[in-house]
């Protein structure tokens, strides 16, 4: 069965950095479209970042550009959020995404907190 898993958040200062990771399994990796979403408490969920099946083409949501780097490594079957200068505006539920038979597939997801 389809299953993402993420890891890496935790509490950090702001101007600090993590690295988020999703390991992905149940299904053939490198050829779906693999995205980083984000939700905070009363908020809806929002699009952080997304990279097509090969990397080649990137997107990011107007808040995270120029912090944030999204990549994969379709060997490992693994998408990783880099998150540098994190501000407590960061501060959500972080959630890698992918959609495989028209379904919406959402790994646990991971908290970030951004606070001194």
């Known amino acids: 069965q389809v299953q993402l898993v993420e890891s890496g958040g935790g509490l950090v200062q702001p101007g600090g950095s993590l690295r988020l990771s999703c390991a992905a399994s149940g299904f053939t990796f490198s050829s779906y479209v693999m995205k980083w979403y984000r939700q905070a408490p009363g908020r809806e969920r929002e699009l952080v970042a997304t990279?097509?099946?090969?990397?080649?083409?990137?997107d990011y949501a107007d808040s995270v550009k120029g912090r944030f780097t999204i990549a994969r490594e379709n060997a490992k079957n693994t998408v990783y959020l880099e998150m540098n200068n994190l501000k407590p505006e960061d501060t959500a539920v972080y959630y890698c995404?992918?959609?495989?038979?028209?379904?919406?597939?959402w790994g646990q997801g991971t908290q970030v907190t951004v606070s001194s």
């Open positions: 990279i097509s099946q090969s990397g080649g083409r990137i």
């Open positions: 995404n992918t959609v495989t038979g028209s379904v919406q597939r």
